[in-house]
């Protein structure tokens, strides 16, 4: 038996529990498409016509996309597209030096001319937010 006010309350709980979260997976790709709308906002156009590079947009603390595979000889650029936070790349197997600190609209260029799996992070954020990324080069 179940009292009139709390008889309705109860049915949309029970509804509430069985909803799944979104998983970590589904969090991250919502987070790159709209790192992908602010850039196409920012430069009027998609990331994905960019002539000659690769694109990795660093939003709410996630490299987009996270993990990429491109052939010897390619370059990288990555932008910050987000609104207020700076981010820098850091190729930890590269003798290249940490990247400045790059603010909104700002890039950060880099040719991989050696294949194998490269990890890079976000200085600043790494630690903490996890911003952590892999470029694999192919031969």
């Known amino acids: 038996m179940c009292f009139k006010p709390f008889c309705h309350s109860a049915a949309l709980l029970s509804l509430l529990v069985f909803v799944p979260a979104a998983s970590a997976d589904e969090k ?3 987070i790159c498409a709209e790192a992908e709308e602010r850039y196409a906002d920012m430069f009027a156009h998609p990331s994905s016509e960019e002539d000659g590079v690769t ?6 603390y996630k490299f987009c996309p996270q993990a990429l595979t491109v052939p010897v ?3 990288v650029r990555w932008v910050n597209v987000d609104k207020r936070t700076s981010h820098t790349v850091h190729l930890k197997e590269t003798d290249t030096p940490e990247s400045d600190r790059l603010f909104p609209e700002e890039d950060f260029e880099f040719t991989f001319l ?3 799996p490269q990890n890079y992070l976000c200085g600043p954020h ?5 911003m952590i990324g892999m470029v694999t080069v192919t031969p």
């Open 28 to 30: 991250t790709e919502a």
């Open 55 to 60: 694109v990795v947009k660093m939003y709410k």
């Open 73 to 75: 000889g390619t370059t």
């Open 114 to 116: 050696v294949p194998g």
């Open 126 to 130: 790494w630690e903490t937010q996890k």
